[in-house]
Protein backbone atom coordinates (compact mmCIF):
# COMPACT_ATOMS: atom_id res chain seq x y z
CA UNK A 1 0.00 0.00 0.00
CA UNK A 2 1.34 2.91 -1.01
CA UNK A 3 0.44 6.61 0.66
CA UNK A 4 0.83 9.97 -0.04
CA UNK A 5 1.14 12.38 3.33
CA UNK A 6 0.71 15.99 3.09
CA UNK A 7 3.64 17.10 2.46
CA UNK A 8 3.52 14.99 -0.86
CA UNK A 9 5.73 12.42 1.23
CA UNK A 10 5.14 8.32 -0.12
CA UNK A 11 5.19 6.15 2.46
CA UNK A 12 5.12 2.39 1.23
CA UNK A 13 3.37 0.44 4.22
CA UNK A 14 4.41 -3.06 3.72
CA UNK A 15 2.77 -4.47 7.04
CA UNK A 16 1.73 -4.05 10.34
CA UNK A 17 3.28 -5.91 13.39
CA UNK A 18 3.47 -6.50 16.55
CA UNK A 19 6.51 -5.41 18.56
CA UNK A 20 9.54 -7.73 19.22
CA UNK A 21 10.35 -10.72 17.49
CA UNK A 22 6.71 -10.89 15.99
CA UNK A 23 7.62 -7.56 13.88
CA UNK A 24 10.78 -8.49 12.86
CA UNK A 25 9.29 -11.80 11.54
CA UNK A 26 7.16 -9.73 8.96
CA UNK A 27 10.47 -8.75 6.92
CA UNK A 28 13.14 -11.17 7.69
CA UNK A 29 16.69 -9.83 6.81
CA UNK A 30 17.62 -6.73 5.69
CA UNK A 31 16.04 -4.62 8.69
CA UNK A 32 17.07 -1.74 10.69
CA UNK A 33 15.34 -0.68 13.55
CA UNK A 34 14.87 2.29 14.12
CA UNK A 35 13.83 3.25 18.11
CA UNK A 36 11.57 6.26 18.92
CA UNK A 37 14.38 7.90 20.91
CA UNK A 38 16.23 7.96 17.60
CA UNK A 39 18.61 5.34 18.08
CA UNK A 40 19.44 2.89 14.99
CA UNK A 41 20.35 -0.94 15.75
CA UNK A 42 20.68 -3.72 13.19
CA UNK A 43 18.56 -6.37 13.26
CA UNK A 44 21.68 -8.89 13.15
CA UNK A 45 22.97 -7.93 15.81
CA UNK A 46 21.49 -8.59 19.48
CA UNK A 47 18.47 -6.66 20.42
CA UNK A 48 15.97 -7.13 22.82
CA UNK A 49 12.61 -6.28 21.68
CA UNK A 50 9.82 -4.63 23.32
CA UNK A 51 8.80 -8.52 24.82
CA UNK A 52 12.17 -8.77 26.47
CA UNK A 53 12.96 -10.55 23.78
CA UNK A 54 16.90 -11.13 23.04
CA UNK A 55 19.33 -12.82 20.17
CA UNK A 56 16.76 -12.04 17.07
CA UNK A 57 18.07 -13.93 13.75
CA UNK A 58 21.22 -13.12 11.93
CA UNK A 59 19.70 -11.02 9.05
CA UNK A 60 21.84 -9.27 6.06
CA UNK A 61 21.59 -5.27 6.61
CA UNK A 62 20.11 -3.56 3.96
CA UNK A 63 16.38 -2.05 2.44
CA UNK A 64 13.75 -1.77 5.24
CA UNK A 65 13.65 0.45 8.28
CA UNK A 66 11.28 -0.81 11.61
CA UNK A 67 9.91 1.64 13.34
CA UNK A 68 9.43 0.22 16.70
CA UNK A 69 7.86 2.81 19.54
CA UNK A 70 7.83 2.19 23.12
CA UNK A 71 5.58 4.95 24.12
CA UNK A 72 2.64 4.79 21.62
CA UNK A 73 1.73 8.08 22.48
CA UNK A 74 4.88 9.74 21.82
CA UNK A 75 4.44 11.54 18.93
CA UNK A 76 7.72 12.14 17.94
CA UNK A 77 8.20 9.02 16.81
CA UNK A 78 5.62 9.87 13.98
CA UNK A 79 7.35 12.80 13.58
CA UNK A 80 10.72 10.56 12.62
CA UNK A 81 9.07 8.27 10.82
CA UNK A 82 7.40 11.48 8.62
CA UNK A 83 10.75 12.81 8.57
CA UNK A 84 12.95 10.10 7.35
CA UNK A 85 10.69 8.72 4.83
CA UNK A 86 10.28 11.99 3.27
CA UNK A 87 14.38 12.20 3.36
CA UNK A 88 14.78 8.97 1.58
CA UNK A 89 11.37 9.98 -1.15
CA UNK A 90 13.71 13.31 -1.95
CA UNK A 91 11.01 15.07 -0.92
CA UNK A 92 11.71 17.17 1.78
CA UNK A 93 15.27 18.94 2.50
CA UNK A 94 14.57 21.10 5.41
CA UNK A 95 13.68 19.69 9.05
CA UNK A 96 14.38 20.40 12.71
CA UNK A 97 13.87 17.96 15.09
CA UNK A 98 11.72 19.67 18.19
CA UNK A 99 12.67 18.08 21.70
CA UNK A 100 11.66 20.16 24.28
CA UNK A 101 12.52 18.42 27.57
CA UNK A 102 12.68 14.96 25.44
CA UNK A 103 14.58 12.25 25.33
CA UNK A 104 15.09 12.86 21.60
CA UNK A 105 18.60 13.70 20.99
CA UNK A 106 18.48 16.30 17.93
CA UNK A 107 22.36 15.09 17.15
CA UNK A 108 21.96 11.14 17.19
CA UNK A 109 18.53 11.21 14.98
CA UNK A 110 20.49 13.54 12.11
CA UNK A 111 23.46 11.08 12.45
CA UNK A 112 21.23 8.06 12.58
CA UNK A 113 19.44 9.53 9.42
CA UNK A 114 22.68 10.21 7.87
CA UNK A 115 24.13 6.70 8.62
CA UNK A 116 21.24 4.92 6.98
CA UNK A 117 21.73 7.12 3.70
CA UNK A 118 25.42 6.14 4.05
CA UNK A 119 25.99 9.96 2.77
CA UNK A 120 27.13 12.22 5.48
CA UNK A 121 26.62 15.21 3.93
CA UNK A 122 22.73 14.15 4.67
CA UNK A 123 23.25 15.24 8.04
CA UNK A 124 23.08 18.62 7.31
CA UNK A 125 19.95 18.75 5.60
CA UNK A 126 17.28 17.69 8.19
CA UNK A 127 16.35 21.15 10.55
CA UNK A 128 12.73 20.40 10.76
CA UNK A 129 10.57 17.91 11.88
CA UNK A 130 6.66 18.54 11.77
CA UNK A 131 4.62 16.33 12.77
CA UNK A 132 0.73 16.54 11.87
CA UNK A 133 -0.30 12.69 11.68
CA UNK A 134 -2.13 10.56 13.80
CA UNK A 135 0.07 7.72 15.25
CA UNK A 136 -0.30 4.21 14.21
CA UNK A 137 -1.78 1.50 16.89
CA UNK A 138 1.17 -0.47 16.20
CA UNK A 139 4.99 -0.69 14.59
CA UNK A 140 4.71 -1.01 11.04
CA UNK A 141 7.37 -1.78 8.76
CA UNK A 142 8.16 0.91 6.16
CA UNK A 143 10.15 -0.24 2.68
CA UNK A 144 12.44 2.58 2.37
CA UNK A 145 14.16 2.64 -1.12
CA UNK A 146 16.32 4.87 -2.95
CA UNK A 147 14.85 6.93 -5.99
CA UNK A 148 16.28 4.21 -8.06
CA UNK A 149 14.54 1.54 -6.22
CA UNK A 150 17.68 0.25 -5.06
CA UNK A 151 17.94 -0.84 -1.25
CA UNK A 152 19.27 1.21 1.32
CA UNK A 153 22.51 0.60 3.32
CA UNK A 154 24.66 2.48 5.70
CA UNK A 155 28.47 2.06 5.89
CA UNK A 156 28.40 -0.56 8.46
CA UNK A 157 27.08 -3.05 6.56
CA UNK A 158 30.08 -3.35 4.27
CA UNK A 159 31.87 -4.45 7.18
CA UNK A 160 32.44 -7.58 8.23
CA UNK A 161 31.53 -9.22 11.45
CA UNK A 162 35.55 -9.74 12.56
CA UNK A 163 35.84 -5.96 11.28
CA UNK A 164 32.46 -5.11 13.50
CA UNK A 165 33.95 -6.73 16.44
CA UNK A 166 37.54 -4.75 15.73
CA UNK A 167 35.25 -1.66 15.65
CA UNK A 168 33.68 -2.25 19.08
CA UNK A 169 36.95 -2.57 20.78
CA UNK A 170 38.39 -0.01 19.12
CA UNK A 171 35.53 2.35 20.62
CA UNK A 172 36.43 1.31 23.99
CA UNK A 173 39.65 2.92 23.52
CA UNK A 174 41.93 -0.48 22.99
CA UNK A 175 45.11 -0.40 21.39
CA UNK A 176 46.08 -3.42 18.83
CA UNK A 177 47.85 -5.58 21.06
CA UNK A 178 44.96 -5.14 23.32
CA UNK A 179 42.15 -6.29 20.69
CA UNK A 180 44.61 -8.80 19.67
CA UNK A 181 44.82 -10.01 23.06
CA UNK A 182 41.03 -10.40 23.53
CA UNK A 183 40.20 -12.10 20.13
CA UNK A 184 43.01 -14.32 19.94
CA UNK A 185 44.72 -13.43 17.37
CA UNK A 186 48.09 -11.68 15.75
CA UNK A 187 48.10 -7.92 16.19
CA UNK A 188 49.13 -7.83 12.69
CA UNK A 189 46.05 -8.99 11.66
CA UNK A 190 44.17 -6.58 13.78
CA UNK A 191 46.07 -3.84 12.26
CA UNK A 192 44.61 -5.35 8.87
CA UNK A 193 41.11 -5.58 9.84
CA UNK A 194 41.50 -1.44 11.60
CA UNK A 195 42.82 -0.68 8.27
CA UNK A 196 39.68 -2.20 6.66
CA UNK A 197 37.13 -0.49 9.36
CA UNK A 198 38.61 2.91 8.64
CA UNK A 199 38.39 2.51 4.81
CA UNK A 200 35.22 0.92 4.57
CA UNK A 201 34.03 3.94 6.70
CA UNK A 202 35.21 6.39 4.76
CA UNK A 203 37.18 7.85 7.73
CA UNK A 204 40.84 9.58 7.40
CA UNK A 205 41.69 7.82 10.66
CA UNK A 206 41.19 5.18 13.41
CA UNK A 207 39.68 8.19 15.61
CA UNK A 208 37.64 9.70 12.57
CA UNK A 209 35.85 5.39 12.65
CA UNK A 210 35.13 5.52 16.22
CA UNK A 211 33.37 8.74 16.24
CA UNK A 212 31.50 7.49 13.52
CA UNK A 213 30.55 4.31 15.14
CA UNK A 214 29.55 6.16 18.25
CA UNK A 215 27.37 9.00 16.36
CA UNK A 216 25.43 6.67 14.25
CA UNK A 217 24.63 4.34 16.84
CA UNK A 218 26.43 1.56 15.82
CA UNK A 219 28.16 0.75 19.15
CA UNK A 220 27.13 1.24 22.75
CA UNK A 221 27.88 4.78 24.28
CA UNK A 222 30.70 4.58 27.20
CA UNK B 1 61.00 4.65 41.44
CA UNK B 2 61.83 7.83 41.01
CA UNK B 3 65.05 9.24 39.74
CA UNK B 4 66.72 13.17 38.81
CA UNK B 5 66.34 14.44 35.14
CA UNK B 6 69.66 15.42 34.72
CA UNK B 7 70.43 19.06 34.62
CA UNK B 8 66.97 19.98 33.55
CA UNK B 9 66.45 20.72 36.98
CA UNK B 10 66.59 19.52 40.50
CA UNK B 11 62.95 17.83 40.22
CA UNK B 12 62.83 14.27 41.02
CA UNK B 13 60.65 12.31 38.33
CA UNK B 14 58.90 9.44 39.11
CA UNK B 15 59.32 6.61 36.60
CA UNK B 16 57.67 6.04 34.35
CA UNK B 17 56.62 9.56 33.64
CA UNK B 18 54.95 11.27 30.75
CA UNK B 19 56.23 14.50 30.37
CA UNK B 20 54.92 17.78 27.97
CA UNK B 21 57.76 20.01 27.27
CA UNK B 22 56.74 23.28 26.16
CA UNK B 23 59.61 25.26 24.45
CA UNK B 24 59.72 28.42 22.16
CA UNK B 25 61.71 27.24 18.63
CA UNK B 26 64.61 24.88 17.75
CA UNK B 27 67.45 26.09 19.53
CA UNK B 28 65.30 26.01 23.22
CA UNK B 29 64.36 22.64 22.40
CA UNK B 30 67.69 21.35 20.98
CA UNK B 31 69.59 23.11 24.35
CA UNK B 32 66.60 20.95 26.92
CA UNK B 33 66.40 17.77 24.79
CA UNK B 34 70.29 17.56 25.32
CA UNK B 35 70.52 18.24 28.36
CA UNK B 36 67.82 15.36 29.18
CA UNK B 37 69.66 12.76 27.01
CA UNK B 38 73.21 13.97 27.85
CA UNK B 39 72.13 13.40 31.49
CA UNK B 40 71.67 9.25 30.55
CA UNK B 41 74.69 8.98 28.61
CA UNK B 42 76.72 9.33 31.69
CA UNK B 43 74.96 6.42 33.42
CA UNK B 44 75.78 3.25 31.41
CA UNK B 45 72.71 1.33 32.99
CA UNK B 46 70.47 4.03 31.19
CA UNK B 47 69.00 4.45 27.45
CA UNK B 48 68.27 6.89 25.60
CA UNK B 49 65.21 7.09 22.52
CA UNK B 50 64.43 9.72 19.92
CA UNK B 51 61.91 9.35 18.40
CA UNK B 52 60.16 11.98 15.85
CA UNK B 53 59.16 12.25 11.54
CA UNK B 54 61.26 10.79 9.49
CA UNK B 55 65.00 12.25 10.06
CA UNK B 56 63.93 13.72 13.30
CA UNK B 57 65.24 11.30 15.40
CA UNK B 58 68.61 10.83 13.55
CA UNK B 59 68.96 14.88 13.78
CA UNK B 60 68.44 14.98 17.42
CA UNK B 61 71.38 12.33 17.87
CA UNK B 62 73.52 14.22 15.42
CA UNK B 63 73.18 17.03 17.92
CA UNK B 64 74.00 15.10 20.84
CA UNK B 65 76.82 13.60 19.15
CA UNK B 66 77.79 17.07 18.36
CA UNK B 67 77.05 18.64 21.89
CA UNK B 68 79.24 15.65 23.48
CA UNK B 69 81.91 15.78 21.33
CA UNK B 70 82.45 12.14 19.96
CA UNK B 71 80.70 9.23 17.93
CA UNK B 72 77.90 7.80 19.63
CA UNK B 73 78.06 4.58 16.65
CA UNK B 74 79.17 2.03 19.34
CA UNK B 75 76.14 2.94 22.09
CA UNK B 76 73.69 2.36 18.73
CA UNK B 77 75.28 -0.48 17.92
CA UNK B 78 74.74 -1.89 21.56
CA UNK B 79 71.32 -0.95 21.60
CA UNK B 80 71.56 1.10 23.99
CA UNK B 81 70.64 4.12 21.60
CA UNK B 82 67.62 4.37 19.82
CA UNK B 83 66.16 5.92 16.97
CA UNK B 84 62.68 5.71 16.08
CA UNK B 85 59.77 7.13 13.38
CA UNK B 86 57.01 8.10 13.65
CA UNK B 87 54.15 6.96 11.64
CA UNK B 88 51.02 8.58 9.76
CA UNK B 89 49.21 4.79 10.74
CA UNK B 90 48.81 5.28 14.58
CA UNK B 91 49.19 2.02 15.41
CA UNK B 92 52.35 1.19 13.76
CA UNK B 93 53.61 4.23 15.29
CA UNK B 94 52.64 2.87 18.43
CA UNK B 95 54.52 -0.42 18.20
CA UNK B 96 57.72 2.34 16.84
CA UNK B 97 57.33 3.39 20.68
CA UNK B 98 56.66 -0.05 21.77
CA UNK B 99 58.81 -2.07 20.50
CA UNK B 100 62.33 -0.69 21.76
CA UNK B 101 60.95 0.19 24.97
CA UNK B 102 60.30 -3.52 25.40
CA UNK B 103 63.90 -4.53 23.91
CA UNK B 104 65.54 -1.90 26.72
CA UNK B 105 63.58 -3.70 29.08
CA UNK B 106 64.59 -6.86 28.34
CA UNK B 107 68.09 -6.06 28.04
CA UNK B 108 67.87 -4.46 31.98
CA UNK B 109 68.18 -1.22 31.43
CA UNK B 110 67.18 0.79 34.64
CA UNK B 111 65.72 3.73 32.99
CA UNK B 112 65.26 4.69 29.64
CA UNK B 113 65.17 8.53 28.45
CA UNK B 114 63.00 9.03 25.62
CA UNK B 115 62.38 12.34 23.51
CA UNK B 116 59.32 12.08 20.79
CA UNK B 117 58.88 15.31 18.99
CA UNK B 118 55.16 16.08 18.44
CA UNK B 119 54.29 16.95 15.21
CA UNK B 120 50.75 18.27 14.11
CA UNK B 121 49.04 17.29 10.72
CA UNK B 122 52.39 16.47 8.78
CA UNK B 123 52.42 13.71 6.13
CA UNK B 124 54.64 10.97 8.11
CA UNK B 125 52.62 11.41 11.29
CA UNK B 126 49.45 10.74 12.65
CA UNK B 127 46.51 12.43 11.78
CA UNK B 128 45.80 15.03 14.81
CA UNK B 129 42.83 13.52 16.40
CA UNK B 130 44.49 9.52 16.11
CA UNK B 131 47.94 11.21 17.29
CA UNK B 132 46.04 12.76 20.70
CA UNK B 133 44.85 9.34 21.09
CA UNK B 134 48.36 8.06 21.04
CA UNK B 135 49.01 10.59 23.75
CA UNK B 136 46.47 9.74 26.25
CA UNK B 137 47.08 6.07 25.70
CA UNK B 138 50.75 5.99 26.40
CA UNK B 139 49.85 7.16 29.88
CA UNK B 140 48.37 3.58 30.20
CA UNK B 141 51.12 1.74 28.01
CA UNK B 142 54.07 3.45 29.74
CA UNK B 143 52.92 2.20 32.81
CA UNK B 144 54.99 -1.39 32.38
CA UNK B 145 58.47 0.27 31.46
CA UNK B 146 61.42 2.31 33.32
CA UNK B 147 60.65 5.13 30.67
CA UNK B 148 60.59 8.88 31.36
CA UNK B 149 58.96 10.67 28.30
CA UNK B 150 59.55 13.94 27.09
CA UNK B 151 57.29 14.95 24.64
CA UNK B 152 58.33 18.60 23.41
CA UNK B 153 55.73 20.99 21.66
CA UNK B 154 56.89 24.14 20.33
CA UNK B 155 54.41 26.78 20.98
CA UNK B 156 56.03 28.63 18.29
CA UNK B 157 55.22 26.09 15.74
CA UNK B 158 52.01 24.03 16.02
CA UNK B 159 48.66 25.24 16.67
CA UNK B 160 47.03 26.38 19.98
CA UNK B 161 44.68 23.24 20.18
CA UNK B 162 47.54 20.75 20.13
CA UNK B 163 48.83 22.97 23.31
CA UNK B 164 45.84 22.68 24.59
CA UNK B 165 44.56 18.96 23.61
CA UNK B 166 47.80 17.08 23.84
CA UNK B 167 49.93 19.02 25.67
CA UNK B 168 47.99 19.62 28.24
CA UNK B 169 45.27 17.45 28.19
CA UNK B 170 47.28 14.70 27.84
CA UNK B 171 50.34 14.57 29.78
CA UNK B 172 50.16 14.23 33.97
CA UNK B 173 53.33 16.12 33.73
CA UNK B 174 54.53 19.96 31.91
CA UNK B 175 57.85 20.91 32.00
CA UNK B 176 57.80 24.90 30.85
CA UNK B 177 60.29 27.88 31.80
CA UNK B 178 62.51 25.10 33.51
CA UNK B 179 59.64 23.80 35.79
CA UNK B 180 58.54 20.71 36.65
CA UNK B 181 54.60 20.67 37.47
CA UNK B 182 52.03 18.30 38.11
CA UNK B 183 49.50 19.37 35.34
CA UNK B 184 46.22 20.29 36.97
CA UNK B 185 44.39 19.82 32.64
CA UNK B 186 45.27 16.15 32.72
CA UNK B 187 42.55 13.67 31.90
CA UNK B 188 42.95 10.35 32.65
CA UNK B 189 43.04 8.18 29.49
CA UNK B 190 40.19 6.27 30.76
CA UNK B 191 38.05 9.50 30.61
CA UNK B 192 39.82 11.23 27.29
CA UNK B 193 38.08 9.23 25.05
CA UNK B 194 34.31 9.79 25.93
CA UNK B 195 34.71 13.35 27.25
CA UNK B 196 37.44 14.63 24.81
CA UNK B 197 38.28 12.81 21.86
CA UNK B 198 34.58 12.56 20.62
CA UNK B 199 33.37 15.65 21.05
CA UNK B 200 36.64 17.15 18.95
CA UNK B 201 35.14 20.06 16.46
CA UNK B 202 36.97 18.44 13.46
CA UNK B 203 35.00 14.70 13.80
CA UNK B 204 31.54 16.93 14.90
CA UNK B 205 31.10 18.78 12.28
CA UNK B 206 34.11 18.18 9.54
CA UNK B 207 35.85 21.76 10.43
CA UNK B 208 39.29 22.49 9.57
CA UNK B 209 41.89 20.94 11.76
Known amino acids: ?222 | MTTPLGALGAQVFPVPSHVALFHHGDAELRALALEFLRAGLDRPDEALFCFGEPGVGERLLRDLESDVGRDLSPESRAGRIVVGTADADVDRQLENVLAPLEAFRASGRRLVRFVGIVAWDAPDFPPPEDFLWFESKLNELLAGFPVIALCPYDVVRIPARAIAYGGLETHPFVLSDGGLRLNPQFIPPERYLRERLLQLPWLEDGSAI
Open chain 1, 1 to 222: MRERDARGAHTNYVAEAEPGRAALDVQRGAIAVLDNVGNVTWADEAWAGDDGEAGLPAAPIGSNLLQTYREYDDPRAQAIADAIVAIFEGTATYFEIEHRASRLSQRSFVTSVAALRGDRAGAVLIQRVVSGRGLPERPRVVDLRSSDGAPIGGAIDRLTPREREVLEFMATGLDNRAIAAKLRIQYTTVRGHIRSVIEKLGARSRLEAVARAYQNGWVARL
